[in-house]
């Protein structure tokens, strides 16, 4: 089993910067991709980025790249999601996911994390 916990969600103005933590634990090893995914009210989850768990390959969804960037702390298991210039479309729920596919799919990862709430005002 694999435990994901998420935090550093908040509300934060149109331009401002915010930064989510997920912390991993459990049976999780160098074999899994972990995944950001959002869910924004009335629409379905979407993936936003990816990260292998040495950090050597990266993935952004189209809408976020540029303004965000996912990477990771290998000593305390934490992976990071940086998120620039935040607009109203961003608001969503942000969840963490690890899987062992490499896929932006989410029928391709396996274990969730709670989500955090973000809410971004014009």
């Known amino acids: 089993q694999v435990q994901l916990v998420e935090s550093g969600g908040g509300l934060v103005q149109a331009g401002d910067s915010l930064r989510l933590s997920c912390a991993a634990s459990?049976?999780?090893?160098?074999?899994?991709?972990m995944g950001w995914f959002r869910r924004a009210p009335g629409k379905l989850r979407e993936f936003v980025a990816r990260?292998?768990?040495?950090?050597?390959?990266?993935y952004y969804a189209d809408s976020v790249k540029g303004r965000f960037t996912i990477s990771k702390d290998n000593t305390s298991n934490t992976v990071y999601l940086r998120m620039n210039s935040l607009k109203p479309e961003d608001t969503a729920v942000y969840y963490c996911?690890?899987?062992?596919?490499?896929?932006?799919?989410?029928?391709?990862?396996?274990?969730w994390g709670q989500g955090t709430q973000v809410t971004v005002s014009s």
């Open positions: 459990g049976r999780i090893n160098r074999n899994y991709y």
């Open positions: 996911a690890a899987g062992i596919v490499e896929t932006t799919a989410v029928s391709g990862y396996s274990y």
């Open positions: 990260i292998t768990w040495s950090g050597d390959s990266i």
